[in-house]
């Protein structure tokens, strides 16, 4: 009968009160996230010695400051389940949202076989691309987080990750490394009008 008592105790499931406040799935989902941003934040410290563009020096610092702090507050959220000492804040960014559409001739794109290669515009892509990876897997693990301290921290870096990527992005568009192509006119208005909104009076 102990025995039998003991095996239920044990599988009896825990609440946010109780042993454990974290479940299994978003304890990996976590740590890949963390390590996700100390990837972000390497990145920032090994690759300011090749920025040669003061602006982009500028956004790298900040968003290297804002996501150390981010991290901090995830770290202390992720190991107490409780209120962070450091709220989560939003990063505003420091680039226009002006936008530089059509195609101008540009060499192909290829690796480099070197590091003395390496240019702003390889830096600024190498930290959109992981700022944007980031972003989709905060995401994607911000809908099964069971903590809800933990879940709004991370739901919170979401949309922090993305304004930084749109910043890079913005950044990348200004000096043509980004170059956005757009649609013929008749295309682009055909697919514009593509949808239409529904009735919002209707019962079932």
């Known amino acids: 009968m102990e025995n039998n008592m003991q095996t239920a105790q044990t599988n009896q499931p825990t609440t946010l009160h109780g042993r454990q406040n974290h479940g299994g799935h978003e304890v990996y989902d976590t740590h890949e996230i963390l390590t996700g941003m100390i990837g972000l934040i390497d990145q920032y410290t090994i690759y300011d010695q090749f920025i040669q563009d003061p602006e982009l020096k500028t956004i790298?610092?900040?968003?290297?400051?804002?996501?150390?702090?981010?991290?901090?507050?995830?770290?202390?959220?992720?190991?107490?389940?409780?209120?962070?000492?450091?709220?989560?804040?939003?990063?505003?960014?420091?680039?226009?949202?002006?936008?530089?559409?059509?195609?101008?001739?540009?060499?192909?794109?290829?690796?480099?076989?070197?590091?003395n290669e390496v240019t702003d515009q390889c830096v600024s892509t190498y930290l959109l691309c992981q700022a944007k990876s980031l972003a989709a897997m905060s995401a994607q693990s911000a809908c099964e987080i069971t903590n809800p301290v933990l879940r709004r921290v991370v739901a919170d870096s979401v949309p922090n990750l993305i304004e930084m990527s749109y910043e890079i992005f913005l950044y990348q568009n200004k000096h043509h490394y980004y170059q956005v192509a757009q649609l013929q006119p008749s295309d682009m208005a055909a697919l514009l009008q593509g949808f239409d909104t529904v009735p919002m009076n209707q019962t079932h």
Not at 97 to 115: A, E, R
């Open 60 to 115: 790298a610092t900040n968003q290297s400051n804002f996501l150390k702090q981010t991290y901090n507050t995830m770290v202390e959220s992720f190991k107490t389940g409780q209120d962070p000492t450091v709220p989560t804040t939003s990063y505003k960014m420091q680039q226009s949202n002006d936008v530089v559409y059509g195609l101008t001739p540009s060499q192909p794109k290829k690796p480099i076989t070197s590091s």
